[in-house]
């Protein structure tokens, strides 16, 4: 997808700015620095792609910059390669030592992938000083100069690091913009619904952090040409890790100028405050960024690029925002032309082979409690199927193992005849089973359009087709005319609604909606059904876990009442709520004795 | 003793809580029943602290209680029995109750307290060297009613204690709670999924759903009331 | 033969030496862990401020004049310790409590980014601060026990030899966590502490003040690693990045050990103490550290859970 003008505008201006301070520095010293905050703008890049985008915070990023480093110096000293081969080389290697770093690492929750990140460097530390490689110092080429990227005048190499960062940009806003960014955002805010809508996450993570380990790589390598001296804490160092980490947080996370404003806030600071002060107070690089990060953390943590932004437009009048198509009054006009919830909608007549989704025998327990025991059940074509039971029932339970999210101990689960135990989430999604969740986790900074895209990958070959599909899906739940608006302004009914939309976008053919209807009021609650009503008349089979009875005693064509895990009854609204054994589960085993007058 | 006046509060987007008013005079058993998702839990979390209120007001004993800090509340005298049941699963059933004694009047009645409670509920003294996450449901369901009296409170709230409880046990330890209410003439708040059984032994009746109260009144009037069942069941 | 033997032996004594310094370190780590569920990346830089608290009580506060060469520096380790303690309590009013508690612990999944970011913070600046305070000529806390041992045997010509002062700082260490463990099982501010380790929210509904329990948590936790620290410096030269070389001897202990556990952290260090030395028997003296990184590596991706606690992990 070619960029716009607009986003390669401001790149452009940058740079042409950027270079003309550069040429007009003399100083060796300043020139340097020069170049180094363009080689710390692009790890603080190289970091982003994995962690801002992911949400899968890296401290060990100097192993991929180190490694870099190490390999261009190494191969020039032993193997006489110019840097124009290694930086490339260094740069696959990298790339590699992501990989495999990733696959392990990313089956570690929280904490312990925190932890193991910040192992990898400091053991490759070790090591490293181990084989003998304290001090490595390229050596000077006088004869050939330009092959071995040595010149004299420092303002080529910010030539040069400009090149790579623009490169870096341009590489980061395709990212950005294409499914592979959104697919990275919809893992970092919500990684199980991520999956649900059909989202490879292992395989995602995998090419973030190979690309991040790749761009690291090089520009690691570039590091040891500008320095033409490697030490181990240097490059693999704690503060090297530190310093990805903290231009990128600084300056904005999950953006593509953030790292770059953090660097060339950051770094000019340090340096300058090195060279001034550096003799009596060493280490006052150090102090720096750790007051940085102390100050960004606790004031803005996200970084100064979104609070500026946030702050910038919530100055701005709405009317300035994104044109929506609103009705002349200034109202948004109700969701168009859905005929409101019937009542008691009259049976359908569907023949018995039908059954789109058979669930035999499912039982699953955690520990010793019997979460699913020995469920059974069938879903009809174009049905609606609500599953009740009192608190503990296990009907969450159940459609985590519907959805892939919790393998059974026993039973299958069949969808048009073949088994599905045992596929993961985004596979059951390509299958054609779509989920909403109860606790709803958007991209508040992102429009409904945006949002509910992420939905559409797993069926779209292109992100055209993607937006076609979303759009579709919006359409559907009847919010096209707010497709623009953010979704951190949205209602919660809108807000359900989006969730809705995102399931669709995969074009399910079956539905399982976790409390869709908690927390709307009345009216809000109707609309929703009338909705829900209207996708199963469209030919999506639903099954829907809900609390609100008056809602559901309307909406469903029947209902499975589960108790301590297993079936209780099956059928229709008027026979299941009158039914002793179901009042039982609910109020108790007294009341139903008594209320059999 | 406790008035709860027109409390609204929810979870991020979502409100749970709308506009409800409860009043527990001292010395009775109000119940509080409903459907699931009706808010019942919630309104306990806003009484000790955990969740915020929106809008309303809660007083104990005349004093603003939404001004005091939820580590406080129960040295006020609330003791709260969760759902869940919540014990110290590594600490001992000893050390649960000890913990349970942390406020000034817990401490200072240690020595009654301790000899009652052993007395209401015996197995805790069978088993109170055991380490609680190794207890059964009913027995960690009554070492967590054991760990609220040791605070020697003025209100207990209990919040769905015959969850995930087999029936039996769930009724005994019911029965254990009607005696202790008995002998030592507990204010007592009561949150229960099971109808008649709270009603039974109450004073007095709230029931809940979605987020409001929808009915009140003693046991005779709202066991004969369908609504009752309505309001679990929609129809 | 005995040769290999008398090797082995030393090895193990010398393991088990260090191995009771360590597990003195982990428990501090442990203790903010097991409580706060924090991962503190300072807590090595506070070990370096405790080692110099040490070695300026020792020196210029006049410790060594009034207690000796032999007595002083344990003066001064043990008093290196509230001073540390204070210090942390400090940092978690101002800095720490504003990423961790009852605040954040009711947010979904937020906290932990920030904790782990905000601790580097205070990291970098706590060891590029001490480069400019301290200087980075290396120092230590001399004492005459260092240079002296006592022979255990010869036993079928085998003799093992314990360094006098590091047999004292393992004692000392034993004795501090003895204590420190009867704090925590036997006193009900340690029930406090534990119950809101288990369950913050019913600890609060039980009228723990836990926001309080995690001050005090992480100011004990500090002391106590500040102590291991200065008994360390009997030994080693230090220098204000010294926390860098040991945060993963931390780490692996208190990961080891199961996070959570405050008494599983004391033998999980054992363990890592135990690892660093023996493994000098089949590995170059440079690599012993790099062995560590592999145990740790190993029990985070086999058996995060850790071995020796008894805890019952909180949901």
Redesign the interface.
């Known amino acids: 997808m070619m960029p716009s003008f607009r986003s390669l505008a401001p790149v452009l201006v940058f740079a042409i700015l950027y270079a003309a301070v550069s040429l007009s520095v003399t100083n060796s010293y300043y020139q340097l620095v020069m170049t180094l905050v363009l080689v710390w703008a692009v790890f603080g890049l190289s970091w982003n792609i994995l962690s801002g985008y992911t949400g899968l915070i890296s401290f060990g990023h100097a192993a991929f910059f180190g490694i870099g480093a190490y390999t261009t110096a190494l191969g020039q000293i032993y193997f006489d390669l110019s840097p124009w081969l290694l930086i490339p080389i260094a740069a696959m290697l990298g790339g590699l030592a992501g990989l495999l770093v990733g696959f392990p690492t990313f089956r570690l929750q929280g904490h312990y992938f925190a932890l193991a990140m910040l192992a990898y460097p400091l053991a490759i530390l070790y090591v490293v000083e181990w084989l003998g490689f304290q001090e490595v110092t390229l050596p000077i080429k006088r004869e050939n100069p330009f092959a071995y990227m040595q010149f004299s005048d420092g303002r080529i190499y910010t030539m040069l690091a400009l090149a790579m960062l623009i490169g870096t940009i341009l590489l980061t806003q395709w990212v950005e913009r294409s499914r592979f960014g959104m697919a990275l955002l919809a893992i970092k805010q919500n990684e199980a619904a991520a999956e649900a809508a059909g989202i490879n996450t292992l395989v995602w993570k995998l090419r973030a952090i190979t690309l991040s380990g790749a761009i690291a790589g090089a520009i690691g390598g570039f590091y040891a040409i500008v320095l033409l001296v490697v030490t181990p804490q240097s490059v693999f160092g704690m503060l090297v890790s530190a310093q990805a980490l903290t231009v990128a947080m600084f300056g904005g996370v999950g953006t593509v100028w953030g790292p770059v404003i953090g660097a060339v806030i950051l770094i000019p600071l340090a340096e300058t405050l090195n060279a001034e002060a550096g003799t009596r107070f060493p280490g006052i690089q150090g102090v720096i960024f750790g007051l940085a990060i102390i100050s960004v953390i606790l004031i803005a943590p996200e970084g100064l690029f979104w609070k500026v932004r946030d702050f910038l437009r919530k100055r701005r009048p709405t009317s300035q925002l994104e044109p929506e198509k609103t009705s002349p009054a200034g109202v948004a006009p109700p969701i168009a032309a859905i005929a409101p919830a019937t009542a008691g909608a009259p049976a359908k007549v569907i023949p018995p082979e039908d059954i789109i989704l058979e669930v035999r025998g499912l039982s699953r327990s955690f520990g010793g409690l019997k979460a699913v025991q020995d469920v059974s059940l069938q879903l009809r074509k174009h049905a609606i199927l609500g599953i009740i039971g009192p608190n503990g029932a296990g009907k969450t339970t159940l459609f985590n193992l519907l959805n892939g999210f919790l393998l059974p101990d026993a039973g299958e689960v069949l969808i048009d005849g073949h088994n599905m135990v045992g596929r993961k989430p985004h596979e059951l999604c390509e299958a054609g089973i779509g989920r909403t969740f109860q606790i709803m986790r958007p991209f508040l900074r992102m429009s409904i359009s945006d949002n509910v895209v992420v939905g559409a990958y797993v069926r779209a070959k292109t992100d055209l087709e993607a937006r076609k599909l979303a759009e579709g899906a919006i359409a559907r739940v009847g919010l096209s005319t707010i497709t623009h608006r953010m979704a951190g302004e949205l209602t919660t009914k809108e807000l359900r609604l989006m969730e809705l939309a995102r399931a669709l976008a995969s074009q399910p053919r079956i539905l399982l909606l976790d409390e869709t209807l908690a927390g709307l009021g009345h009216g809000e609650a109707d609309e929703v059904v009338g909705v829900i009503q209207r996708l199963a008349k469209e030919g999506v089979t639903i099954a829907i876990i809900e609390h609100t009875m008056q809602s559901m005693v309307r909406l469903v064509d029947s209902f499975v009442v589960l108790d301590h895990g297993a079936v209780l009854m099956e059928g229709e609204p008027e026979a299941v709520t009158r039914d002793m054994r179901v009042i039982e589960a609910y109020l108790g085993k007294k009341w139903a004795a008594h209320a059999q007058h | 003793m406790l008035s709860i006046d027109k409390l609204s509060a929810?979870y991020s987007?979502?409100?749970?809580l709308k506009d409800v008013s409860i009043k527990v005079e001292a010395g009775q058993f109000v119940a509080i029943v409903g459907?699931?998702?009706?808010g019942k839990t919630t309104l306990f979390k806003t009484i000790?602290?955990?969740v915020r209120p929106s809008a309303g007001s809660i007083t104990f004993e005349g004093a603003d209680l939404l001004s005091i800090q939820?580590?406080?509340?129960?040295?006020l005298g609330i003791?709260?029995v969760?759902e869940g049941r919540?014990?110290?699963?590594?600490?001992t059933v000893m050390?649960n109750l000890?913990?349970?004694a942390?406020?000034a009047a817990g401490q200072r009645n240690w020595k009654q307290n301790i000899e009652r409670i052993f007395e209401w509920l015996p197995v805790l003294a069978e088993r109170r060297e055991q380490?609680a996450?190794t207890l059964s449901g009913g027995q960690q369901q009554m070492l967590s009613i054991g760990?609220g009296l040791a605070?020697s409170p003025k209100l207990l709230m209990l919040d769905?204690p015959s969850?995930?409880l087999a029936?039996a046990i769930a009724d005994f330890i019911f029965d254990r709670l009607i005696e202790i209410r008995r002998q030592s003439g507990l204010t007592i708040l009561l949150v229960e999924?099971?109808?008649?059984?709270?009603l039974?032994s109450a004073d007095h009746g709230y029931v809940l759903e979605?987020g409001r109260v929808v009915l009140e009144g003693n046991n005779q009037t709202l066991?004969a009331d369908d609504r009752?069942?309505r309001a679990?069941?929609?129809? | 033969m005995t040769q290999f033997l008398e090797g082995f032996l030393q090895a193990l004594v010398a393991g088990l030496l260090i191995g009771a310094i360590y597990g003195l370190m982990c428990v501090g780590l442990g203790l903010i862990f097991g409580v706060m569920r924090v991962i503190n990346f300072a807590h090595g830089d506070f070990m370096m401020l405790g080692m110099y608290a040490a070695f300026y009580c020792f020196t210029a506060l006049g410790v060594q004049t009034a207690f000796g060469n032999v007595v002083g520096p344990f003066v001064a380790i043990l008093l290196a310790g509230p001073i540390l303690a204070v210090f942390g309590y400090a940092v978690h009013r101002t800095l720490i409590s504003r990423v961790s508690g009852t605040r954040t612990s009711l947010l979904e999944g937020e906290g932990h980014y920030a904790q782990l970011v905000l601790t580097l913070g205070i990291a970098l600046i706590l060891q590029n601060g001490g480069l400019i305070v301290f200087g980075s000529v290396l120092a230590s806390i001399r004492t005459p026990l260092s240079s002296t041992a006592w022979e255990l045997g010869p036993f079928f010509d085998v003799s093992v030899f314990v360094n006098k002062a590091r047999g004292i700082d393992a004692v000392v260490s034993l004795m501090t966590m003895t204590l420190l463990a009867l704090l925590i099982t036997r006193s009900r501010l340690g029930k406090s502490l534990r119950a809101a380790a288990d369950n913050p929210v019913a600890a609060i509904y039980m009228g723990v003040d836990v926001d309080r329990a995690h001050r005090i948590a992480f100011a004990l936790g500090t002391g106590v690693t500040a102590i291991a620290g200065g008994l360390l410096a009997t030994n080693y030269p230090f220098q204000p990045f010294v926390g860098l070389e040991y945060v993963i001897v931390m780490y692996a202990g208190v990961v080891l050990g199961g996070m959570g556990s405050i008494i599983g952290a004391f033998w999980g260090g054992m363990t890592i103490g135990l690892v660093q030395q023996m493994s000098t028997i089949v590995l170059p003296t440079q690599l012993q550290n790099a062995a560590i990184f592999v145990v740790f590596l190993l029990i985070i991706f086999f058996r995060p859970q850790g071995f020796f606690g008894r805890m019952v992990e909180r949901t």
């Open positions: 929810g987007a979502i409100p749970v459907p699931n998702g009706a000790s602290g955990t939820p580590s406080r509340r129960a040295h003791a709260h969760p919540q014990v110290f699963a590594s600490l050390e000890e913990v349970g942390t406020t380490l996450g760990r605070s769905e969850m995930g029936p999924q099971r109808v008649a059984e709270a039974e979605a066991r009752v069942r679990y069941l929609g129809m």
